[in-house]
């Protein structure tokens, strides 16, 4: 079974602009969470997306924004770029069939650069 | 509001040695408990998912326990060697949301040949 995909691997922008990151989860999983990574605040949740509604989220400014669709594939928005959005920002696909099959598996992220 | 802390922040030791890694988080009222691993710029791998009504599982050289009502989760590796070297990171599913995991700072582990 293929593991949990992530599209682009490295993406570099400038301020003020905007970036789409594109997460596919494994197969049969229908859950989807994105997480930002950095050296200074660690891992934090952005949020979750299941049958294409957002279902949690983070702590995080409006800027940030996702996305889910049918084939449980997921995007993650985030516009108006600043240097402090530069991060690793990791997906992570479950099952959500029941309480107890809810591993989280993660792919191997987008390392975004903001200059 | 969860807090979750893992001590030390880095640990070497030699090949051969067993490795005992610390997980502590402020609320009991957690779903479940998982262990990753992560390589210097890579994603996570899972290692050792423990649902909140066990006491431990194993997998391999990895034995994981969980004591819920102490706030604690003990990560064991037996017999290290140099390609555990790498940094492990906790993580608590809250009682009160299902795709939120909340996560620990992780430990730097080097195992030196």
């Known amino acids: 079974k293929a593991g949990v995909t992530q599209t682009p691997r490295y993406l570099i922008k400038t301020r003020g602009q905007q970036v789409t990151l594109s997460c596919s989860p494994i197969?049969?999983?229908?859950?989807v969470s994105w997480y930002q990574q950095t050296p200074g605040q660690g891992l934090q949740f952005l949020f979750e997306y299941f049958s294409e509604t957002q279902r949690n989220k983070g702590n995080f400014p409006g800027r940030f924004s996702g996305r889910q669709f049918s084939n449980s594939r997921s995007e993650m928005n985030v516009s108006t770029l600043e240097l402090g959005d530069s991060a690793l920002y990791l997906c992570?696909?479950?099952?959500?069939?029941?309480?107890?099959?809810?591993?989280?598996?993660f792919g191997p992220g987008t390392r975004l650069t903001v200059l | 509001k969860q807090e979750v802390t893992q001590i030390p922040a880095a640990l070497s030791v030699p090949e051969g040695e067993n490795l005992v890694l610390n997980c502590s988080f402020t609320?009991?009222?957690?779903?479940?408990l998982q262990w990753f691993r992560q390589d210097p710029g890579k994603g996570l791998t899972s290692l050792l998912l423990i649902q909140s009504s066990q006491r431990e599982q194993t997998s391999g050289r990895l034995n994981a326990s969980l004591d819920k009502s102490s706030g604690r989760s003990t990560l064991y590796i037996a017999a290290s060697q140099p390609g555990d070297s790498a940094t492990y990171l906790c993580a608590v599913r809250p009682g009160d949301s299902w795709g939120k995991l909340q996560f620990g700072a992780g430990t730097q582990v080097v195992v030196t040949p």
């Open positions: 992570a696909s479950s099952p959500r069939d029941s309480i107890r099959d809810n591993e989280q598996f």
């Open positions: 609320d009991s009222a957690i779903y479940n």
């Open positions: 197969s049969g999983h229908r859950s």
